[in-house]
């Protein structure tokens, strides 16, 4: 199966020769030549998630804003309805209330952050696997460090309900070693981060504006071995898929 998380960027105009409408031809471009089976996106406006489902035939596309109107910017998942099927899906949000829309952690900034999560039935492997897709906070390593903790405890939940295989993908803001980080390396957590190889995500179009990094990150659970993954660096004329490079891991059971 190949999974990718791509942070596509929030559209308001701002980014001029990358505008998300001047990115489009080629995000197309690399999805079709793709075909993966599983995108979680981040960063998507409600008529980004529009344009998605409209591009995108082959896929069922959900996702909901972070906002306590449902609106707003949303985690989204992509399933590829030739290979796999969406069982069950559902949003919840980083805080201490996370059945409550809209709800955050104090210390954080004045953005809600949630995690997408789903179970998908893989059709050619007969058997079902669960993804979450998340974007920690981008002020605060406090809120990041809680908002970890809050996936990894309702990964565990869903786990001891069913055990399924499991991948943890997204835009953590937080480069490898941050100490946010570290309950990814505690006893206990068995996930592998499938794109340690890769050392660059975050590259802000290279204006030079802000420091390039690892912040994306796709973790596997011990069930899935990773064949491959590697970074879609794709540029056309100055023009580039979004300010972070796509991760795409090919994985097997």
Known sequence: ?????????????????????????????????EKPDVIGFQEVLPHVQRWLREALPGYTVVGCGRGADYQGEAMTLAVRNETAELLDWRTFWLSPHPDVPGSRYQDQSECP????????????????????????????ASARAKGLHRILERMQADRRRLALPAVLMGDFNAEPGAPELAALQ??????????????????????????QQKIDYLFTSPELRVLACRAWTDEENGVYLSDHYPLCAELAL
């Open 1 to 33: 199966m190949k999974i990718v998380t791509f942070n596509i960027r929030c559209d308001y105009g701002q980014d001029g020769p990358n505008n998300f409408c001047f990115r489009q031809p080629l995000i197309l471009r690399r999805l079709a030549a």
């Open 113 to 140: 952050r949630t995690c997408a999560d789903a179970i998908l039935y893989l059709r050619a492997e007969g058997r079902a696997l669960r993804v979450y897709n998340t974007h920690l906070d981008h002020l605060s």
């Open 186 to 211: 505690k006893d206990g957590c068995a996930l592998r981060d499938a794109a340690a190889a890769v050392p660059l995500t975050f590259h802000g179009y290279g204006l030079g504006y802000e420091p």
